[in-house]
Nanobody, 115 residues
Framework: QVQLVESGGGLVQPGGSMTLSCAASGSIGDTYFMGWSRQAPGRERELAASINSAGVNYYSDSVQGRFTISKDAAKNTVSLQMTNLKPPDTAIYYC?????????WGQGTQVPVSS
């Protein structure tokens, strides 16, 4: 059974940086989408960043210029480098892999941004 295991997360001060990583355990098919979504308290989950099989990135307006997504397709891992973090970035961050006939989600990792 495939599981997405996230690492990173934790309290960070405003202006700080953090990198989240996500790795798939178990056999996974070809993925055409790897992404990071986040859910802030009292809000719906939103896509923050993604990368497709061609290496094309997407960033939401709120993280553009501050977050960088990267992947290692051979290892089925995806990372999210976050810089200049702000209190509105406080959320639970979830990684998401999609491929033909499947979609997997990580368990979520909390990133509180506070002084």
């Amino acid at each position: 059974q495939v599981q997405l295991v996230e690492s990173g997360g934790g309290l960070v001060q405003p202006g700080g940086s953090m990198t989240l990583s996500c790795a798939a355990s178990g056999s996974i098919g070809d993925t055409y989408f790897m992404g990071w979504s986040r859910q802030a308290p009292g809000r719906e989950r939103e896509l923050a960043a993604s990368i497709n099989s061609a290496g094309v990135n997407y960033y939401s307006d709120s993280v553009q210029g501050r977050f960088t997504i990267s992947k290692d397709a051979a290892k089925n891992t995806v990372s999210l480098q976050m810089t200049n973090l702000k209190p509105p970035d406080t959320a639970i961050y979830y990684c998401n892999f999609r491929g033909p006939g499947f979609t997997y989600w990580g368990q979520g990792t909390q990133v509180p941004v506070s002084s």
